[in-house]
């Protein structure tokens, strides 16, 4: 015969199951759990694709926005947990760059002239892995268009959201240094670094800036969609997200690549274009791999601002409060 637990017994299991944070803005800065190895990881908050420390709790952020919120400016820039993640974020960034700009020279030095398929697999792969990588110990962003973007979002605090771009751009400028060295001064000036180069002559910097906007959008806008809003994820499940956001990556980079003779096609990642440029020493135009995403990153923050994914929900959760 099956006998219910007495009172006793419930209060029992009740009190060895992790307490969840209930700060949202705290639970974004240091996850903490009783049971560390359930919930406190260092990657865990609201834009990581991770997932937030506490799924599910984000009733400051529903009813106070992010920017009138003094907590989202000021706290968490002495934390350890964010300096450690961003100490991994440096290193991860440079070894993706890195591993990107050797494949961009192996493509050239094969001749191959067909290397949409190859960009776009490549691509796909290489982000989703390292974001598999990475993402519970520092939100897997690796792409100061990313971190922007969460931070104009409310998903990422100022500190964390600084601190990992800072991050970002050293390791940027880290794989820059390595590409020089694996490859030497003329080769590395010769294959301009690996990518993120065009024929102005072909292609004006005002057309690729658009390219690039409209590209950076367009991928911020399905990583936003498919993994990083933590309402979200709650559909979706954060395992699956950062392979439906490479893909979404490899898809962008297919339809961009091969556009215009001596076009690479969109860079989507500004520490990637300055880790080729201090390789290949091209500082033309530089200002484009930056001016780019950086649009995309503020229309897609207005978008997510005015209309986020679960403004629906949102919505009907109201309808039903005020029927109540």
Same mark, same amino acid.
């Not at 440079?94 to 002239?113: D, E, K, P, R, W």
């Given at each position: 015969?099956?006998?219910?637990?007495?009172?006793?017994?419930?209060?029992?299991?009740?009190?060895?199951?992790?307490?969840?944070?209930?700060?949202?803005?705290?639970?974004?800065?240091?996850?903490?759990?009783?049971?560390?190895?359930?919930?406190?990881?260092?990657?865990?908050?609201?834009?990581?694709?991770?997932?937030?420390?506490?799924?599910?709790?984000?009733?400051?952020?529903?009813?106070?926005?992010?920017?009138?919120?003094?907590?989202?400016?000021?706290?968490?820039?002495?934390?350890?947990?964010?300096?450690?993640?961003?100490?991994?974020?440096?290193?991860?960034?440079?070894?993706?760059?890195?591993?990107?700009?050797?494949?961009?020279?192996?493509?050239?030095?094969?001749?191959?002239?067909?290397?949409?398929?190859?960009? *776009?697999?490549?691509?796909?792969? +290489?982000?989703? !892995?390292?974001?598999? =990588?990475? $993402?519970? @110990?520092?939100?897997?962003?690796? %792409?100061?268009?990313?971190?922007?973007?969460?931070?104009?979002?409310?998903?990422?605090?100022?500190?964390?959201?600084?601190?990992?771009?800072?991050?970002?751009?050293?390791?940027?400028?880290?794989?820059?240094?390595?590409?020089?060295?694996?490859?030497?001064?003329?080769?590395?000036?010769?294959?301009?670094?690996?990518?993120?180069?065009?024929?102005?002559?072909?292609?004006?910097?005002?057309?690729?800036?658009?390219?690039?906007?409209?590209?950076?959008?367009?991928?911020?806008?399905?990583?936003?969609?498919?993994?990083?809003?933590?309402?979200?994820?709650?559909?979706?499940?954060?395992?699956?997200?950062?392979?439906?956001?490479?893909?979404?990556?490899?898809?962008?980079?297919?339809?961009?690549?091969?556009?215009?003779? *001596?076009?690479?096609?969109?860079? +989507?990642?500004? !520490?990637?274009?300055? =880790?080729? $440029?201090? @390789?290949?020493?091209?500082?033309? %135009?530089?200002?484009?791999?930056?001016?780019?995403?950086?649009?995309?990153?503020?229309?897609?923050?207005?978008?997510?601002?005015?209309?986020?994914?679960?403004?629906?929900?949102?919505?009907?959760?109201?309808?039903?409060?005020?029927?109540?």
């Amino acid at each position: 015969m099956h006998h219910s637990p007495s009172p006793a017994q419930l209060d029992t299991q009740e009190s060895k199951m992790p307490r969840l944070v209930l700060d949202p803005v705290r639970s974004q800065l240091r996850p903490e759990a009783e049971d560390l190895n359930d919930l406190a990881v260092d990657g865990a908050f609201g834009g990581s694709f991770a997932g937030p420390a506490a799924q599910g709790l984000y009733t400051e952020a529903d009813s106070i926005p992010w920017y009138r919120r003094r907590s989202y400016f000021v706290d968490g820039w002495t934390d350890e947990v964010v300096w450690r993640s961003a100490f991994v974020e440096c290193i991860a960034t440079a070894c993706m760059v890195y591993i990107s700009a050797q494949f961009g020279v192996t493509l050239m030095n094969h001749g191959i002239t067909q290397v949409v398929a190859y960009v *776009g697999i490549f691509s796909a792969i +290489l982000l989703s !892995t390292f974001i598999y =990588a990475t $993402a519970s @110990a520092t939100g897997g962003h690796m %792409n100061p268009m990313i971190t922007f973007t969460t931070i104009l979002c409310g998903l990422t605090p100022v500190s964390r959201g600084t601190i990992l771009i800072a991050a970002q751009t050293l390791g940027g400028a880290m794989a820059g240094g390595l590409i020089l060295g694996s490859l030497g001064r003329d080769r590395a000036t010769a294959y301009k670094g690996g990518g993120n180069f065009f024929d102005p002559d072909v292609i004006s910097p005002g057309q690729v800036l658009l390219i690039e906007t409209i590209s950076g959008l367009t991928v911020l806008i399905l990583a936003i969609g498919n993994g990083l809003d933590p309402r979200r994820q709650a559909l979706y499940g954060h395992r699956l997200g950062p392979l439906l956001v490479g893909l979404s990556v490899g898809l962008v980079l297919c339809a961009g690549t091969g556009l215009a003779p *001596g076009y690479t096609g969109p860079g +989507l990642n500004p !520490t990637r274009g300055l =880790a080729l $440029a201090i @390789a290949g020493n091209h500082w033309q %135009n530089h200002w484009v791999w930056w001016v780019g995403p950086a649009l995309g990153s503020i229309l897609s923050a207005a978008m997510y601002n005015f209309a986020p994914p679960s403004f629906i929900e949102r919505n009907t959760k109201k309808r039903l409060t005020s029927v109540a």
